[in-house]
């Protein structure tokens, strides 16, 4: 039997304390960092949970909750109307607690619509003025139906509106270039760029495999994705430390994917401009049949934070349907001078109307048709049983056509105006 002195004794005590120290541990993370207080039964539509704790709140909790933040966040899920009534209750219960207090950033517009955007708050435009002048269909191409209840509220309230998003040809750009093959006044208009958070490069990788790329390489997709996220983060951190922002509260409205986790708008946002904020996003949990092809097949990475700190489960809807069409095929004349029918729809309220192929049209309620916006617009206004009234030119000779809007069946809707 080996016996050791008390010196040896503890010196050997010591080295086995180190070698224990330094030997690598296995973690052992308990629960699911996205979700650590799971619910205890099935969510219900409109239940809202706050994540970290779990804990059920009503809507006045969590809009007081968030209201104690300079900064708000809404990820939306851009064509469901239930994210766009959250953001817009989210806007009144801000623009209720600070009256001439608060500001709306959106990455639905880009930098130079800027203009535009003050125009319309300030009361100088109309809707189809507004669409018309800021390009709404080049840059966001969705229904304004998505967004007409928020931006009617802006303009009531004049809250001011913040155009986020980076220029759609310097987002090519830099999509299709490496940064050394970028113009000067390309790179004159970057932001300063970081690229090395590993849980964005993970979501976009996630995301690019499930897009067509024609030819668009897994960097470009990364470098288009950091740059409007960057540029809509150095967006509102300018607003926020500029005159016009100072003391004021931000909500900010934005695609899920650039809000969710907290690492696209807001951490770059908080390296900007360090300020409390919270982060509020939907979950669909009802998605009828007929949606769900809209859903990306996408195998997103575990993350080890929560999505956002308020999760809303909403059901997946859409916008109602008016039913309603010309039916007709058309195409600017030469010179603006009103839209040329190039074909008729069978059975359409344009051929009970007595429309024939190759009229001109000219106006539509006394309002003059010089572009596609200008027909396609009067159109959505109506609705299953107004009138409307044409100016046709055909074959030289003025003619006015009285037009019964009628609901159109399924297999027209899919028809031009």
């Known amino acids: 039997m080996i016996r050791l002195s008390p010196f040896a004794y503890q010196a050997a005590t010591l080295c086995l304390f180190a070698m224990t120290a330094c030997a690598p541990v296995a973690r052992h993370v308990m629960g699911d960092p996205q979700d650590p207080y799971p619910l205890a039964g099935q969510p219900k539509i409109g239940q809202i949970v706050h994540l970290p704790t ?18 708000v966040y809404v990820g939306e899920t851009h064509d469901n109307p239930a994210s766009h009534r959250l953001e817009l209750q989210v806007l009144q219960a801000l623009a209720e607690r600070y009256p001439g207090g608060i500001a709306l950033g959106m990455e639905m517009f880009v930098r130079s619509q800027q203009p535009a955007l003050d125009h319309w708050i300030a009361g100088g435009l109309d809707e189809k003025a507004f669409l018309k002048q800021s390009r709404w269909f080049d840059n966001w191409n969705m229904d304004f139906a998505y967004y007409r209840d928020i931006l009617n509220f802006a303009r009531l309230r004049h809250i001011p509106v913040i155009a986020l998003d980076a220029e759609k040809s310097l987002v090519r750009a830099v999509r299709n270039k490496p940064p050394e093959q970028l113009t000067p006044a390309e790179r004159s208009q970057l932001p300063e760029l970081d690229q090395t958070d590993p849980y964005e490069r993970g979501l976009v990788t996630a995301i690019f495999g499930e897009h067509s ?36 509260h931000l909500l900010v409205m934005a695609g899920g994917d650039h809000v969710s986790n907290g690492f696209g708008l807001p951490r770059r946002v908080f390296r900007r401009f360090a300020s409390s904020y919270t982060t509020i996003g939907g979950k669909e949990i009802d998605i009828p049949p007929a949606k769900r092809d809209r859903l990306m ?3 997103i990475p575990d993350f080890p934070m929560v999505p956002y700190d308020f999760q809303v489960y909403q ?9 309603v069409r010309l039916g007709v095929m058309f195409e600017a004349a030469p010179a603006g001078h009103g839209l040329v029918v190039k074909g008729v729809l069978p ?3 344009a051929e009970r109307a007595g429309l024939q192929q190759g009229d001109l049209l000219l106006t539509l309620d006394g309002e003059s048709l010089a572009d596609n916006f200008d027909l396609t617009y009067a159109v959505q206004q109506k609705h299953p049983g107004d009138h409307g009234v044409l100016q046709v030119e055909r074959q030289g000779k003025a003619m006015k056509m009285e037009v019964v809007f009628l609901a159109v069946q399924k297999d027209l809707q899919h028809g031009k105006k």
Do not use: C, W
């Open 54 to 71: 779990g804990i059920p709140v009503t809507q006045a909790q969590m809009l007081a909750v968030a209201g104690d933040s300079r900064v």
């Open 213 to 248: 790329h024609g030819g668009m390489t897994i960097d470009g997709f990364i470098r288009a994705q950091a740059l409007r996220d960057e540029t809509m983060a150095e967006s509102a951190a300018r607003y926020l430390a500029s005159p016009a922002g100072e003391g004021k």
């Open 297 to 299: 097949n996408v195998d």
């Open 315 to 323: 059901a997946y809807e859409d916008l109602p349907e008016t039913m």
């Open 347 to 349: 059975g359409s309220n």
